[in-house]
Structures are given as C-alpha cells and as structure tokens.
C-alpha cells in the first residue's frame, strides 16, 4: 500500500494504493481542491443480490418489492443503491431489515436526499473493494478519489468547491472505519495513482518538515509490487497525530498492473514523509511488514518548511 498509513497490526499489502486517514466513521468528508464530480457510485457484489421496483418509501427507509427476502436482518449492512426513477443514483447502507414488511432502514443521519416512490428502481447487495467513492476532477489532469464512505452527498455532474462537504466516512467496501483518499494523474484509474502525502505536504506547513527517497532493489531499481521487496521505514513521527505519533510507513506495493508508480518516473521517489516533526531523527529501514531488524539506518534532520530529498538506500 503505497502511501498508505497502516498501523502495526495491518499485514495485507494487496490493498488500494493511497493514504488512509483513522477517523471515526460518521465523520464530515471535506473535499480538498475544488473540481467537477466525476463519478459518484457504490462497488456492489455481483452476487448475491436483490434488484426490484421499490413499493414507496421514506426520509430513513425504503420498502422494497414483494419479491425481497421475508427474513428479518436478512439485508443488514447491505447496500441499496436506487438504479433508477425518483431519487436515482443515491445509495444508503440498511442498518435493520424488516422481513414482515419488507422495509430497509437507515441510520437517522442518512436521510435520503430525494425520497424513492413507486418509481424507484433499486438494487440490494453486499459492498465490495471501495465501497461508497466520489471522484473529483481537481485540475488538468488529477483526479481525487474518496473511498469507503457511509455516505455520498454529491453526485456526477456537480461543482465541489474547496472545503465543501461531500459525504460521510464510513467503512463501506472492504475495510474498517477510515477515509481512503488517491490522487491520480492522466487517466482516472487505479494504474495511475500518485502518492497523496506529496500533494498535501510538499509546501510544509510552518513547524513541520519532510524528508522523501528512494529505496531500490539489490541490483539498483527501485521497489517493484513482488513478493520481498517491502520497505517498513520507522523512526519519524507527526505533530498532533493522535493515531500515529511515531507511525511507519511501509513501500514497495506498485500499482495492480505491475508496473513502476509514476512517483518514481515524476520526482525520482518511492516513499515521502510529510507534516513530520522536526528535529534530528534516525530513519530505520526494515525489509518487509514483520521485520524486527533494520536493514539500513539513516541519520537525518527533519527541518521546518524544508522537503528533503534523502540519498538512495539500497534493500539487501
């Protein structure tokens, strides 16, 4: 996981490449620059699933066709994700299914926006891989990525200014509670994510510092998505950081087609620390999630405002 922030129990490296942020499910999603949505959806289950025409509803329910399983709890957590007629395009996730009336509720902070009817056409089925996303189109090029969501309140087509809230964190998809956020550049798909740490950290905010490398194989390229070539780097820690003070940051994961992070190619780096504190600091490197002895360590100063480019570590 490229950039992600993983905690020191976290072992599967076969995740989305971008950076987890530990906030508490519920929490307000701010979008970070302004730009278009471009896509808003739900990654659902093929199977297995429930499609039908709803038979009404309400602002925290939807009751859904007379074909809908008659067990109770049989859709709790499930997605319903309306596919068209009133209220198209939204999604909620049922929280109690009523099997007697065949009536999916919802959280009383996940009103629908545009209340189904008779209208509404839906599908029901468990969440997959992102979950709940949003898109932006940022600028040029970007593209933002906010993944696992409880909630979307934005949709394709719509203006997204800096700041504006855009959904719920949740833990949609494959995952626990956390925002997954990806900066991608060229093409809006997962083989062109670029690490987000240096879009948000490259200017250093006052007090703070940064420090970026590149860790390379024994024969000098750098990391490539197999199995051994992991980088655990610990020995910095972020101001302020109720979750991770003293934190590592694993590398080595490239995108699922296997190729090279277009990091690499862009700024001549595959890992970045940023919003680090300052300070002397001994970097250690570890090969792979489990290591307990550094392979490398690297003496250093994290200084306020500066990004530091380090020199190369070569991984035995």
């Known amino acids: 996981m490229y950039g992600d922030r993983l ?3 976290t072992t599967n490296w076969n995740g989305h ?3 987890d942020f530990p906030v508490a499910e519920g929490t307000a ?7 278009w949505v471009v896509q808003s959806g739900v990654v659902l289950k093929d199977s297995p699933s429930h499609t039908g025409t709803a038979r009404g509803g309400g602002s925290n329910y939807i009751i859904l066709s007379t074909s809908a399983s008659s067990s109770s709890g049989y859709y709790n957590s499930w997605c319903v994700y309306l596919t068209g007629g009133k209220g198209n395009g939204q999604s909620r996730q049922i929280t109690n299914y009523d099997g007697v009336t065949k009536t999916a509720y919802f959280g009383t902070s996940d009103a629908w926006q545009i209340i189904p009817d008779t209208t509404t056409t839906y599908r029901v089925a468990e969440y997959r891989s992102y979950g709940e996303y949003i898109d932006v189109e940022l600028y040029t090029g970007h593209w933002a990525r906010y993944a696992h969501l409880k ?3 934005v949709y394709v087509g719509s203006w997204a200014s800096t700041g504006q ?8 998809g494959t995952s626990g509670p956390h925002l997954h956020f990806e900066i991608r550049k060229g093409v809006n798909n997962s083989s062109n994510v670029r690490n987000p740490e240096g879009y948000f950290t490259r200017s250093n905010q ?16 750098p990391l490539k998505p197999v199995v051994g070539e992991f980088a655990k780097i610990l020995g910095a820690s972020r101001p302020n950081d109720p979750y991770y003070n003293g934190e590592h940051w694993t590398y080595g994961v490239n995108q699922g087609s296997g190729g090279q992070f277009g990091d690499v190619a862009d700024y001549g780096i595959n890992y970045y620390i940023g919003c680090a504190s300052t300070g002397s600091v001994a970097l250690k490197y570890y090969k792979g999630f489990s290591s307990t002895t550094p392979f490398y360590t690297m003496n250093t100063t994290i200084d306020s405002g500066v990004d530091k480019l380090l020199s190369s570590v070569i991984m035995p």
């Open 206 to 221: 006052s007090g703070w510092g940064a420090v970026r490398g590149l860790v390379k194989t024994p024969s000098g390229t």
């Open 165 to 172: 809230t855009i959904g719920l964190s949740g833990k949609t």
């Open 29 to 35: 999603v701010n979008n970070v620059w302004e730009g």
């Open 17 to 19: 490449l971008g950076v």
């Open 7 to 9: 905690n020191n129990s």
């Open 151 to 153: 909630r979307r309140d």
